[in-house]
C-alpha cells in the first residue's frame, strides 16, 4: 500500500468519526471586543473563516511598476474540533499569489491548498506564521513581516516593515457588513508598509522596493443570505494618508452595505457610514475567460470627497476555482483625487461571476 493510499484512509477515517459527532458551534463576532496585538495578529481557529491579504506595488530598478498580491486564507470544517485524530482536517489552509505586469496583459498567479497538519501546512496563534507547502509569511518579534513566495513563473521574496500603528477598521475593529448581528468580520489592516527585497523571473532575481497594505479579518458569518458579492479598496495615499472603502452588493447590484475608513497622515481617522460611502463604474472590462463585466475604473465617494481608481491593467481577473472556488477581479489601481495623482492601491471586484459564498 502506497503512503499516499495509507494516508488516505486515516483521513477517511477521521470524517468517519467526524460523522457521528455534532457539528461544531462556531465563535460569534459582536461589538465590543478589543483586540491585542501581537495576539489577534494569529490565527483564530474558533471562527470559521479568517485571512491575511498583502497586496502593493512593487518598483524595479527599471522603474517598472508591477503589482502584487500574496493572500493565506484558513478555514475551519464541520469536523470536530475535538476529534483527536491527528489526521483529521479541522482548519484547510488556501493561498493565492499573483502579479500584474503590465507588459504581459494579465496576471501571473498561483494557488495552493492543504489541510492543517504535521508542520507542513498551518496558521499559528500568537501572532502571524503562515505557511503552505513552500509558502511561508512571517512576522517577527520586531514586528517586520517576511514573505516566501516561489511560483512557475516568479519567485518574491520580501520583508515588510511598518510605518505606522494598525488601522482598527470599523468600530474598533468591529467591522460591520450587514444590517443584522453578526454579519460582522474582526478586521484590521496595516497600511503603509515599506518593501524591500527580490524578484526573480526566469531564474533572475533583481532587487524589488515599493509600499504595501496587509488586511487580516477573521468571522464565522460575514454575507447576508441576499449578498452577491463585494467591491473593496486599500490605498496608501502618497502623503502616508490611508484609506479603505467597501460595499456589498446584491444580485442586482444594489448597495446592501458599505463602509469607509480615512486616516490622515497626522493619524486622525474618519468612518464614513453606509450612506456616505458610493462606488460608480466608470468603465467597465469584458473578461474574455469568463464574460464577466467588471467595473475596473471606478469613482468612489466617501462623504464629500470623490477618488477616481483607474486599474494598471485591465485583465487582472484572478481564477481560484481550484482553491477557495471563487472567480474574481483583484488588481493594481492609481487614485486620483480632484483630477491629481494621489496614491496606488488594489481594488477586489468579487461576485461577478457568479454568487460569492464564503
Known sequence: MSVCRFALLFILAGLGVAAQAAPPEFAQVAPGKTLAFPQDMGAHPQYRTEWWYV????DTPEHKPLGFQITFFRSATAV????????????????????????????????????EGFDLNYAKVGNTDLKLDDWRMLRDTQGHYHADIT?????????????????????????????QAGQASYYYSEPQLKIGGTLARAGKPQAVTGTAWLDHEWSSQVLS?????????????????????????????DKIWAHATLRDASGHITQFAAD?????????????HTHAAYPV??????????????????DQELDARNSTGAVYWEGAVTVKRDG???????????????????
Open 225 to 253: 443570505p441576499d449578498a452577491s458579492g463585494w467591491d473593496w479598496t486599500g490605498i496608501n495615499l502618497a502623503d502616508g494618508s490611508a484609506l479603505m472603502a467597501f460595499r456589498i452588493r446584491n444580485a442586482q447590484n
Open 80 to 115: 470536530d474540533a475535538a476529534n483527536p485524530s491527528r489526521f483529521a482536517p479541522k482548519q484547510l489552509i488556501i493561498a493565492h499569489a499573483a502579479l500584474s505586469d503590465p507588459a504581459l496583459g494579465h496576471l501571473l498567479h498561483a494557488q495552493k491548498s492543504g489541510r
Open 297 to 314: 475604473a471606478i469613482s468612489i465617494e466617501t462623504g464629500p470627497i470623490t477618488w477616481e481608481l483607474l486599474p494598471l491593467q485591465d
Open 276 to 288: 456616505q460611502v458610493n462606488f460608480n463604474a466608470q468603465r467597465r472590462w469584458l473578461s474574455s
Open 151 to 179: 511560483t512557475p513563473d516568479y519567485a518574491l521574496h520580501i520583508d515588510l516593515t511598518p510605518s505606522q500603528a494598525p488601522l482598527l477598521e470599523g468600530e474598533q475593529g468591529y467591522s460591520q457588513k450587514g444590517a
Open 340 to 358: 491629481q495623482e494621489a496614491g496606488r492601491g488594489y481594488l477586489e471586484l468579487t461576485g461577478y461571476v457568479d454568487r460569492l459564498k464564503l
Open 55 to 58: 497586496m502593493g506595488w512593487l
